[in-house]
Structures are given as structure tokens and as C-alpha cells.
């Protein structure tokens, strides 16, 4: 199972659903990175990714823009992000992190990654920005954002 808070689509970006009917869960993630991951300091997001036994083929994030930041919470083992190396770095081995209860900063819209396969109760949560914001995004959705607590800066004075 997968949910996404916040700003969903690219040609008519809105706030979805998920967001709406479930405030509480929003609010909840929404503080979780502002009070668990001091090094996102003043980080950009306008969604959040939330999956349940998810385990991502590999992807890059096509609507993505900028860096994303991840966490995997639950019982479970493996279950790593793996990234593929950066061209030119002569290395065929991906990079894996271990996400259980940590923060990671990535760029998935430029990194091709994946989860490395688990076993148990894994839930990843994933902040990011959605690329039609910048070019798309109305007052009324960008408003209704920063109302739910998303740190989407001030693109409408």
C-alpha cells in the first residue's frame, strides 16, 4: 500500500486526498522530520511518500525536483536503499544505506534506486518536492501546503 500527503500530479498539481482524509497521520510526518532530523533544517518539501511493505523496483523519481530525505520504520530486516553509483565513478556496486530509523538525503529524481528485498513490517516515508510546483502549482493548493505544516517556502507573497 502506498499514500502520498500533499502536492500529487504534474499537469494540474493539487493537494490529494490522502492529505484531506488523513490530517492527523499529515501533521504526525509532517513533524517528524522538523523535530527527528535536525539536519533537514529549512529542507523544501511539498509531499511525503508513505509505503507499507513497499519494496521499489528500480526508478528515478521523474517528478521530482532537488533532493529527497527517507526513512524506514518498522520490524523488519534488510530492506536497504540502494543507489547506483554516480557515472564515471567506476564502480558497478551500489551504494547501500541502511534506512531502518535513519534519515538519508538523496536525489532521486537524477539517482536510479531501489529497496533491497525484506522480510517483516516495513514502512518507508519519503519527503520531496514535487517538480510541478515550481512551474504549476496554484495559490489555493500552495496555501493549503503551508496550512497542513508542508515547508514549501513563500513562492506566493
Known sequence: RQACLGLVGGAE???SRD???APQLTAALVSLLA???PEAGAFGYTS???NDGVACAPHVDVG???ASYIIAL???ERGELCEEQEEGSGSPVPRVTDIRGR???FDGARTRHWTAPFEGERYSVVYFT???HATRCGRGAHDALRAAGFHVGARYG
Do not use: K, L, M, S
Open 13 to 15: 498539481p493539487a493537494v
Open 19 to 21: 492529505t484531506a482524509a
Open 35 to 37: 523535530d527527528d532530523c
Open 48 to 50: 511525503i511518500q508513505v
Open 64 to 66: 521530482n525536483a532537488g
Open 74 to 76: 518498522g520490524d523488519f
Open 103 to 105: 534519515w538519508h538525503r
Open 130 to 132: 514535487n517538480a510541478a
